[in-house]
Nanobody, 118 residues
């Protein structure tokens, strides 16, 4: 499984960005797929994840502002980020987890930088 993330950039506080993560290869293996982020000097943290059944989970810090969605026909996951804050500044990573049947393997895409100016 290969993951290609895109959509990062520089935005002012209060603005919006949409991240995309396109999966290729053995995408049938994927169960959960989502986004984590890492700010300078901080640990990587979960932002949002969506399961194959469509259920979602968000970090408390982004609830109500970020929306994760999944287009299975395009093997793409989106993260719509609204009302961005400077503390959302980080490198965002797309992550996919395979079904346990396939080993519960983690796959990672290259990070995409999101910078929110105050």
């Amino acid at each position: 499984v290969q993951l290609q993330a895109s959509g990062g950039g520089l935005v002012q506080a209060g603005g919006s960005l949409r991240l995309s993560c396109a999966a290729s290869g053995s995408t049938f293996r994927i169960n959960n797929i989502g986004w984590l982020r890492q700010a300078p000097g901080k640990q990587r943290e979960l932002v949002a994840v969506i399961s194959s059944d469509g259920s979602t989970h968000y970090a408390d810090s982004v609830k109500g502002r970020f929306t994760i969605s999944r287009d299975n026909a395009k093997n793409t996951v989106y993260l719509q980020m609204n009302s961005l804050k400077p503390e959302d500044t980080a490198v965002y990573y797309c992550n996919a987890e395979s079904y346990i049947y396939y080993g519960g393997t983690d796959y990672w895409g290259r990070g995409t930088q999101v910078t929110v100016s105050s």
